[in-house]
């Protein structure tokens, strides 16, 4: 089946740094990439839609300036945490479309983030 | 706004069929109903996904019913690994897939 990789599983910074998240679709094209966030015993929510070649489009209430998203291939969507503070500890996991319409989204393992 | 009810928590015995219903009463005729799990603190993993006719794949079976209000989820043969949050989502072609707050299944030796 499709992969998707996510890096880095598990990542701790300090206040005020900036993370990148890198999602990849290993053998699959993918026009389209979703982040999600989910925080402990939630259920997740959707942060961002990600189209390779155009701007991001983000949900309400998400801050576009500080989570920067970028999909500049087929193959790779990042996910940048600028100015990381402790309440943006949260577990962060992309998914992408293997083709087109309804074909399923397949996730990454996942990003577990932690700010002290 | 997730457009699907389901129970939070259900529990089933080690090698029995677990059935996991889920509610999708305005479901409308273009949109398909996807299954996915999550075991802790990774990634959802598909199982399944249909538009009117029952499915089956190695994982599970699909049960739609014919008006398409509601749907279950057939795991087999549970087994341990199998305990997960289990999540029934309800798109339409290219849309965005929104979680809801699912059902969290124990297998029980």
């Known amino acids: 089946g499709a992969v998707v990789s996510q890096h880095p599983s598990r990542v701790i910074c300090k206040s005020g740094t900036s993370v990148k998240i890198e999602c990849r679709s290993l053998?699959?094209?993918?026009?389209?990439m979703f982040w999600y966030r989910q925080f402990p015993k939630q259920s997740l929510m959707l942060m961002a839609t990600?189209?390779?070649?155009?701007?991001?489009?983000?949900e309400q209430g998400v801050e576009k300036d500080k989570f920067l998203i970028n999909h500049a291939s087929l193959t790779l969507s990042t996910l940048t945490v600028t100015s990381a503070h402790p309440e943006d500890s949260s577990f962060y996991i992309c998914?992408?479309?293997?083709?087109?319409?309804?074909?399923?989204?397949?996730f990454g393992s996942g990003t577990q983030l932690s700010v002290l | 706004d997730a457009k699907t009810t389901q129970p939070p928590s259900m529990d089933c015995a080690e090698g029995r069929a677990a059935n996991l219903p889920c509610n999708h009463s305005?479901?409308?005729?273009?949109?398909?109903v996807y299954w996915y799990r999550q075991i802790h603190s990774q990634g959802p993993q598909y199982i399944i996904h249909?538009?009117?006719n029952n499915e089956t794949n190695e994982m599970a079976s699909l049960i739609i019913t014919e008006d398409r209000k509601s749907s279950t989820l057939i795991l087999p043969h549970a087994t341990l690994r199998d305990t997960a949050v289990y999540y029934c989502?309800?798109?339409?072609?290219?849309?965005?897939?929104?979680f809801g707050t699912g059902t969290r299944l124990a297998v029980r030796p």
């Open positions: 998914s992408a479309q293997d083709g087109g319409g309804r074909e399923k989204l397949f």
């Open positions: 053998d699959f094209q993918a026009t389209t």
């Open positions: 990600s189209n390779e070649g155009s701007k991001a489009t983000y």
């Open positions: 305005t479901i409308s005729g273009n949109e398909y």
């Open positions: 249909g538009l009117k």
């Open positions: 989502i309800v798109t339409g072609s290219g849309d965005k897939l929104t």
